[in-house]
């Protein structure tokens, strides 16, 4: 018996002893997962306010009709966003915005444009454009994406255009009493932006989220303005006077939108 139990337990010993010595050195841990790219589009309401006035003139007389100084104060104003954001990572994203300005209206106590000689109550409002900005940033989003709070902060570049510009009220009038009309006209920007937000998800598993973000845009644009004769004048269209310069726009805008993310 013994001779017969003894070589046919050897093979298993030396098989036991074997694992043992390979010990934890013959343990390979599985990969970590790769990270989940998700793409997450967002539309929602924009509160857009310039945050400065400052306009610079090549010709600092300016004076026409009694006009003796010209600065943009326009209104804030409500517009709409949307964007489109590729989270390549759990900590980065690509991000394309798009921000309707709606229509800035120049002016306050003080006016767009001051004109001696008249009630400073009926000098507001007197010209009106619309903003329309385009953004591309990188985001860094600190927190773990299981975190259904995810904050981030990012910085790019926006490009922005200014139309529909226009004289409203007193000026439009009082220059075709006189049998001329004015021309406002402004150009387009590039610069910077960096923005601050953050996204709350509905839940671990939902693909809805609710998005707040504050950005600044860097915009510096030419501003011209021309009187020119109507057709009622001897020389219809006859650029009587022409005054140009540059207005910092730089608009801080508000977000409060609604997203959906899809995962892949």
Not at 192 to 213: E, K, P, R
Not at 226 to 246: A, F, K, L, M, Q
Request: hydrophobic share 40%.
């Amino acid at each position: 018996m013994t001779r017969i139990l003894i070589p046919s337990l050897a093979p298993l010993a030396l098989a036991v002893s074997g694992v043992a010595s390979a010990g934890p050195s013959g343990y390979a841990p599985p990969p970590p997962p790769p990270d989940k790219q998700e793409f997450i589009v967002r539309v929602g309401a924009s509160y857009v306010t310039p945050n400065s006035d400052r306009m610079t003139f090549v010709d600092s007389s300016l004076v026409f009709f009694d006009a003796f100084r010209a600065t943009m104060d326009p209104e804030d104003e409500w517009g709409w966003n949307i964007s489109g954001a590729w989270k390549a990572t759990d900590h980065f994203s690509f991000e394309l915005m798009y921000i309707d300005g709606d229509e800035h209206v120049g002016g306050n106590t003080h006016g767009f444009i001051e004109l001696s000689g008249f009630d400073v109550d009926r000098i507001r409002n007197l010209a009106k454009f619309e903003p329309e900005m385009s953004t591309a940033m990188a985001n860094w989003y600190p927190l773990d994406p299981s975190c259904m709070f995810q904050p981030y902060v990012g910085f790019g570049i926006n490009y922005t255009d200014f139309g529909s510009e226009s004289f409203r009220g007193i000026v439009r009038e009082d220059l075709q009493d006189f049998g001329l009309r004015g021309r406002m006209s402004m150009g387009n920007s590039w610069g910077y932006t960096w923005q601050i937000g953050a996204d709350f998800n509905f839940g671990h598993d939902s693909a809805w989220l609710v998005n707040v973000a504050a950005l600044y845009l860097d915009s510096e644009t030419d501003v011209r303005f021309d009187i020119i004769e109507d057709s009622t004048s001897p020389n219809p269209g006859r650029v009587v006077e022409s005054y140009s310069g540059d207005y910092l726009y730089n608009p801080w805008v508000f977000n409060l939108s609604v997203g959906y993310k899809f995962a892949f």
